[in-house]
C-alpha cells in the first residue's frame, strides 16, 4: 500500500510538472510578445534559458521585468541591463517603472503593428508576474499570494483595449532545483525546507554583512555563532535558553522573502 502511495506521489509530480510545461509552450504560442519576469536580486538564477529559446526560435518578442528593482542598488541593476533584452526595471508593489513598462509594450506593438498584442507572462513561482499585471491593470486584476505556485494555470486579463496578458503558473528550469536555491528566490516555501539554516548559510555567503546589519549583530567568521547571536537578539530560544536555530533561519529566510533584508 506504501508503494502504491508513493507511485502515484511521483505520477502527479510528473504530471503536474509536465503539464505545467506544456500550459508555458501554449503562452508561447499564443503570445506576440512574452514577459520574463525576473527577481532583481537573483536576476540570473531567475531566468529560464531553455524557455528564453523557446520564445527566439519562434520568432516571439521576449521583454525582460525585472521586478523587486526597489530592493537593490540602482548602479548594480544598470551593470545588469546590458546583458537582457528589452530591459524594464519594476517594483509592482511600488507601482515603481510599471508606466515605463506599459509604454514598452504599446511602443513594440506599434512596431510589429499589432492591433489586439497578447502578451505572455512567465516567471518562476513568486517573482512577482500576478502582481506586475495587477499594477499595469489595477488592484485586484489577477489574483496574488506570497505563497509559491499560487497561479494554478492560464488567466487571461485585458489590461487595455489593444493589451491581452495571460499568466501562467511558475515553472522551475533544469538544473536550479537545490532547495536552498529554490527557497531564496522564493520558489519554494520555507516552513517545507527541511535545513533552513543551509539556505541562510548560503545568503550570508553570497551577501556578507547584510544579516549582521539587518539585526544589529556582531560580524563574525563563524555563520552559526552569528545566527545565534540573531536568534538571542529576537528571544528566539529553546528551553533552557538555547537559540532555536531552525526557527530563527526560518524568519531570516521569510525577512528575506518580504524584502525586510535589503542589500
Known sequence: MANVGRFLKVFVTIYTMSHFGWVVHKVIENSDIVLEIL????????RNRDTEQKIKERGKILVHVINKCDYIDKKSLEKEKKNLTN???VSAKQHLGTTLLKQKIKMLAKRERLRDAKVGVIGYPNVGKSSVINALKGKGSAPTSSEAGYTKGKQYLRISDTIMMIDTPGV?????????NLVLIGAKNPE?????DLAVFKLMKEHPGMLEKTYEVEVKKSRPRVLEDIAVKLNMLKKGGLPDIERVSRKILQDWLRGKIKN
Open 192 to 196: 517545507r525546507l527541511e535545513d533552513p
Open 172 to 180: 522551475i528550469g533544469k538544473g536550479r532545483s537545490s532547495d536552498e
Open 39 to 46: 527577481d532583481a536580486r537573483f536576476i540570473e538564477e531567475t
Open 87 to 89: 530591459c524594464v526595471f
